[in-house]
């Protein structure tokens, strides 16, 4: 399998583990019968929990972007030492971002951000 498919699989560990922690956090605010309820009214989560919401939302957002351009640059076997790299960049990224939004760490977050969006693009940029 090609490293960038592994490092894409490790991103959705990513995501699932972000998902974990954005639950339970959640769950200790509302607890779990409002939780598993409808969620009509459901009331803002706050704190460290709704920025591992947050964050987790983030990911998948971005997770659809990287799946899509690290498919289509395996499909087209273009892939690369500038698409592995840009594949490890997105994801030591996205944890580097993940941990630094739980942390509640504004602009080193943004920066975090920014450094998985290049690697995002380094590996877009073998697709042209």
Not at 18 to 36: C, D, E, P, R
Not at 56 to 84: Q, S, W
Request: glycine share 10%.
């Amino acid at each position: 399998m090609k490293p960038e498919l592994t490092l894409l699989a490790w991103c959705v560990v990513l995501a699932i583990v972000q998902m974990l922690i954005a639950v339970q956090g959640s769950m200790m605010q509302v607890g779990l019968k409002t939780l598993v309820g409808n969620r009509e009214g459901f009331p803002e989560i706050k704190g460290w929990a709704g920025r591992a919401l947050r964050a987790h939302r983030n990911m998948i957002e971005n997770l659809v972007l990287f799946a899509a351009v690290v498919l289509a640059v395996v499909a087209e076997g273009k892939a690369d030492g500038t698409t592995l790299a840009g594949a490890q960049v997105f994801f030591w990224g996205r944890v580097a971002y993940a941990a630094i939004y739980l942390a509640g760490i504004p602009w080193l977050r943004t920066a975090a951000w920014t450094v998985s969006v290049i690697g995002l693009l380094m590996v877009l940029s073998r697709l042209f």
